[in-house]
């Protein structure tokens, strides 16, 4: 997320006074400003909601930052200004308190608000729920068919106190997991019982497999609300020139041939519950490639074109990756699979830098991404304690080595104009020199060693 930062910063600073982005990327950043610019109501075919369109034009005049702010909105022909007159003078939706859903046990929300009150022991009895109720969720119906539906699945049990004869509510060991890895009870679920199924039969030939079970599960959501979408075809060739260790892992979590051919031809039916669990079976799987390549050292570049998707969607995924790679983590330290747990641990830290496991030593250091951290690995320097004995003019060598090639001639020429000024390299929205750096590096190894 480094541009993300540097934007930002020196947007603040008005040293970029003007930026050109997609609905996304303003949505993403904090961007107050004194003039917004839409220069068309319509997003992907379809008139943008009021909603949206008001958190757009927010950004001007934001409150505590400017006094005064102006939002203009393009419109190309008749149509587009009739919808842009709608959108300004639409009324924003009332807030509506709703219900809980009480089909299939009363609402996922519900369960795992339930769950998190007798984890913390806030709640034991059947009295303690009653008064949880009438203090936060007056609004819900009965909660019997949330703590059914936790008892039935394991997450909580029924036990009488020996002392008072009360009957109690205790968690199980699915159920501390489950809150200590702030999952929802219905996700949990199904972590379970994919890590289950993994105990069964796991491939370590290669890491693919571990990288499937630390893709994060609602990505199938992205491909089936975005406007991108997979490349049937490219998964189709992939998997076809795949080794034999990866076709494995591939046929293990579910991925057919026949399934990819029938996408191609725009055949297949997804209706039914087991056809929609197939397709996000394939969609996770294909993150999963994308991820795979990504702690290898693929450039983002290389991604982007490899793959088609779009490089907002690649950094979201790679930070919230690395978050469920903790999240999944710890599910497994609190259910005691230990193995697991040690599999799993490293990945946090190599999704967020996308490197390999040799480089996670080096990336502590804070001005050392993915690719300045494998020109010291290969340089010699492979772990921060021989970065801490190394010299400040051979760090500064190894920095200035990403630079492109320039001519002895070119060198000369700002010299000789006295102009000292020279290529710096960007951290935290922080500026530095090569020698600067060099000096900022040293200092953080001697610090962490």
Request: charged letters at 20%; a neutral charge.
């Amino acid at each position: 997320m480094e541009e993300r930062e540097v934007l930002e910063k020196y947007f603040k600073q008005s040293v970029i006074l003007v930026i050109v982005c997609t609905s996304t990327l303003s949505s993403g950043i904090n961007f107050p400003a004194r003039r917004v610019i839409i220069r068309t109501p319509i997003f992907n075919g379809k008139t943008i909601d009021a909603m949206s369109y008001r958190q757009l034009v927010g950004r001007a005049g934001r409150k505590g930052v400017d006094t005064v702010g102006e939002s203009i909105l393009m419109c190309a022909n008749a149509n587009e200004k009739k919808a842009a007159e709608m959108l300004v003078n639409a009324q924003l939706p009332d807030l509506v308190v709703t219900k809980p859903n009480v089909v299939d046990g009363g609402g996922a929300s519900m369960r795992r608000a339930l769950l998190e009150t007798i984890v913390s022991g806030v709640t034991t009895t059947q009295s303690d729920v009653i008064a949880y109720k009438s203090c936060f969720l007056a609004k819900s119906d009965d909660l019997e068919p949330c703590l059914e539906w936790l008892r039935s699945n394991e997450f909580i049990s029924l036990v009488k106190d020996n002392d008072t004869t009360i009957t109690v509510y205790k968690p199980t060991q699915l159920g501390f997991a489950c809150v200590a890895a702030s999952m929802a009870p219905d996700e949990a679920l199904l972590v379970f019982g994919e890590l289950q199924k993994a105990l069964q039969c796991f491939v370590l030939e290669n890491e693919l497999h571990i990288v499937y079970q630390i893709t994060p599960m609602n990505i199938c959501d992205y491909w089936l609300t975005s406007t991108s979408s997979i490349d049937w075809n490219l998964f189709y060739t992939m998997l076809q020139n795949f080794t034999a260790d990866y076709k494995r892992v591939a046929d293990l979590v579910g991925v057919r041939q026949s399934f990819i051919v029938k996408m191609i031809k725009g055949s297949a039916v997804v209706s039914g519950a087991e056809q929609s669990k197939q397709l996000r079976a394939h969609l996770r799987f294909f993150t999963a490639l994308i991820l795979n390549d990504l702690v290898n050292e693929t450039p983002f570049a290389s991604l982007l074109a490899k793959y088609g998707c779009q490089k907002g969607f690649l950094q979201t995924l790679q930070q919230s990756s690395a978050t469920y790679a903790h999240m999944i983590t710890t599910f497994c330290n609190r259910l005691g699979w230990y193995n697991f747990e040690l599999l799993f641990n490293q990945f946090q830290s190599r999704l967020l830098f996308g490197v390999q496991r040799q480089l996670l030593d080096l990336v502590r250091i804070r001005l050392l991404n993915s690719y300045r951290a494998r020109l010291f690995y290969n340089a010699g320097y492979t772990t921060v304690a021989s970065v801490a004995m190394c010299d400040l003019k051979k760090l500064e060598k190894i920095l200035r080595s990403t630079l492109t090639f320039v001519s002895t001639k070119q060198k000369a020429e700002p010299e000789a104009n006295g102009n000292k000024q020279e290529a710096i390299i960007v951290c935290e929205g922080q500026s530095y020199t090569y020698w600067e750096a060099s000096v900022e590096i040293f200092e953080e190894a001697n610090e962490l060693v």
